[in-house]
């Protein structure tokens, strides 16, 4: 079944506390990307990949990293966590262009 | 680069009911324009998408019109149920080296039985 992974689901950690959010898709896309949803502002994009090895800040990458080292792979890094960094957090992957399939999100809680 | 404005913010129309969500776009090269719908504590699920070289399209009780010249597109929900209540954002490609998507803000939409 096509579909991208994400994982954990819920997450509720200290400020400052590193964290990885995981993102696995097994259809072969090469574009990735992490979006974060509040309420209010609709999705907005966080990172990109174009593909392996290739990535670039989207609209709001403050405090984030992501890596892209496989093509199946996006994780999502917190290297400090802050309050404002609560949020609820998607991945999704497609062909450029092309139709985006969504993880199924990570309600993430900094404390 | 693209920015896409997305009307109404919230719709509420009775079961049977047509709706109308509009959304605009800013660049006139974008040439992708898809709308997904997120149900309460679900991811966003694509519905329904169009590309720059068609005027419409048609899926059932849903429909995408896309006017170029005036860069909008809209989606039409017919003979609407209470399950069509949900979230619905339109996004379109930003055609620079990213061809990244951008989101309008959502409508939320309110079927009443």
Redesign the interface.
């Given at each position: 079944e096509a579909q991208v992974t994400q994982n954990p689901r819920y997450l509720i950690t200290v400020t400052g506390k590193k964290l990885t959010v995981t993102c696995s898709q097994n259809m072969n896309h090469e574009?990735m990307?992490w979006y974060r949803q509040d309420p209010?502002?609709?999705?907005r994009?966080i990172y990109?990949s174009?593909n392996v090895e290739v990535t670039?800040k989207?609209d709001v990458p403050e405090g984030y990293k992501v890596s892209r080292k496989e093509k199946r792979n996006f994780p999502l890094i917190l290297e400090s966590p802050s309050p404002n960094q609560t949020s609820l957090y998607?991945c999704a992957s497609s062909f450029?262009?092309?139709?985006?399939?969504?993880?199924?999100?990570t309600r993430l809680t900094v404390v | 680069g693209e920015n896409v404005e997305q009307h109404p913010s919230t719709l509420s129309v009775q079961e049977g009911d047509s709706a109308v969500i509009k959304c605009t776009y800013s660049d006139s090269a974008s040439n992708y324009f898809p709308w997904y719908k997120q149900e309460l504590g679900k991811r966003p699920q694509l519905i329904i998408d169009i590309r720059s070289n068609v005027g419409e399209k048609k899926d059932q009780r849903i429909a995408v019109t896309l006017n170029k010249t005036a860069k909008h597109f809209s989606l039409h929900i017919t003979e609407t149920q209470p399950e069509d209540s949900a979230v619905y954002f339109c996004a379109a490609t930003q055609m620079d080296s990213s061809y990244k998507l951008i989101f309008g803000s959502g409508t939320r939409l309110l079927v009443r039985p």
């Open positions: 574009y990307s209010g502002l609709g999705l994009q990109y174009m670039d989207g998607f450029p262009q092309g139709r985006a399939f969504f993880g199924q999100g | -």
